[in-house]
């Protein structure tokens, strides 16, 4: 079995611009920057907005209220919860 390569196929393989040098790499995607942390506020407003979609639950609401950077700022929306959210007492 024979091949036919190209007269100057050894010789151009090892000349030219870029002899002798590793090939770069193809250019990775940018990297993204992390998206920014949110703040308490934007907290409260994703909370009380799952929960009146009824993402969240009620006993789920309550357990991020007793969160001390939450608590003052979702005792509105645990007052404002509709009587048919919250659990019954017990009796």
């Given amino acids: 079995m ?20 590793p090939r770069m790499p193809a250019a990775s995607p940018p990297a993204f920057a992390a998206p920014h ?8 407003r994703l909370v009380g907005e799952l929960f009146r979609e009824g993402s969240l ?9 007793c969160l001390p950077d939450l ?5 509105a929306i ?3 919860a509709p009587e048919t959210r919250k659990p019954l007492a017990a009796e």
């Fill in 2 to 21: 024979s091949f036919d390569f190209a007269s100057d196929y050894k010789n151009s393989r090892h000349s030219g611009p870029g002899a002798g040098r």
């Fill in 37 to 44: 942390r949110p703040t308490t506020e934007e907290l409260v």
């Fill in 57 to 65: 639950s009620w006993d789920q609401l309550w357990s991020l209220a």
């Fill in 71 to 75: 608590a003052p700022r979702l005792s």
């Fill in 78 to 80: 645990l007052d404002a």
